[in-house]
């Protein structure tokens, strides 16, 4: 497992979710991360913001806490929406290796901020956001895919951008030669 601070490696912008101050992740991961970066423009780039986090220690306590919260929170504000409470809240695997790592972007230099209110935006405005950053959006979300990420299945924790690292040798299992172009 790699420690990563605050700031750049080989290109890819690290920015710890407070109050996390670094990421750990598996070398195998971040490989794929650079590879995914590689394939996307120069002005699109990737921003990884969270990683494996112990479920031990303060800030396991901490994400346990605002968890906690958060539950009780969305649970009022969408009532209609409780089936998604364990794909937004449950720890997602972040707590078992540095597999699971969350993903932003940064277009032309800037944060793209497609959940403003965190998981807690409603879901108009995120299709709103998407609509308007789509292509980004898209590009971002194969280049994962082809380089061994599995996206999450919750549309709001796919926006956040949660993935985890199957594998490069597994694009067979994905279903993304489908996508692509017959020889
Ligand atoms: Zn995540």
């Given at each position: 497992m790699l420690t990563l601070q605050?700031?750049?490696h080989h290109?890819?912008?690290?920015?710890p979710r407070w109050p996390a101050t670094h990421i750990q992740i598996e070398e195998d991961a971040l490989q794929g991360l650079l590879d995914a970066q590689a394939r996307l423009p120069a002005e699109l780039r990737l921003l990884v913001?969270?990683?494996?986090?112990?479920?031990?220690?303060?800030?396991?306590d901490f994400r346990r806490?605002?968890?906690?919260?958060?539950?009780?929170?969305?649970?009022?504000?969408?009532?209609?929406?409780?089936?998604e409470i364990d794909a937004i809240f449950g720890a997602n695997g972040h707590d078992i290796d540095g597999h699971?790592?969350?993903?932003?972007l940064v277009l032309h230099g800037k944060r793209l901020r497609l959940l403003p209110l965190g998981v807690f935006t409603?879901?108009?405005?995120?299709?709103?956001?998407?609509?308007?950053?789509?292509?980004?959006?898209?590009?971002?979300?194969?280049?994962?895919?082809y380089c061994g990420f599995d996206l999450h299945h919750n549309p709001t924790e796919a926006l956040q951008i949660h993935c985890?690292?199957?594998?490069?040798n597994q694009l067979a299992d994905s279903g993304i030669l489908q996508l692509l172009p017959k020889p």
């Open positions: 605050r700031g750049r290109g890819l912008h690290i920015a913001t969270r990683g494996f986090e112990s479920r031990q220690g303060r800030l396991g806490r605002v968890r906690r919260l958060g539950i009780r929170v969305f649970r009022a504000c969408y009532p209609g929406r409780h089936d699971h790592v969350d993903v932003s409603p879901p108009r405005w995120q299709d709103r956001r998407v609509a308007r950053h789509a292509e980004a959006v898209a590009l971002v979300k194969h280049s994962l895919q985890d690292y199957r594998g490069s």
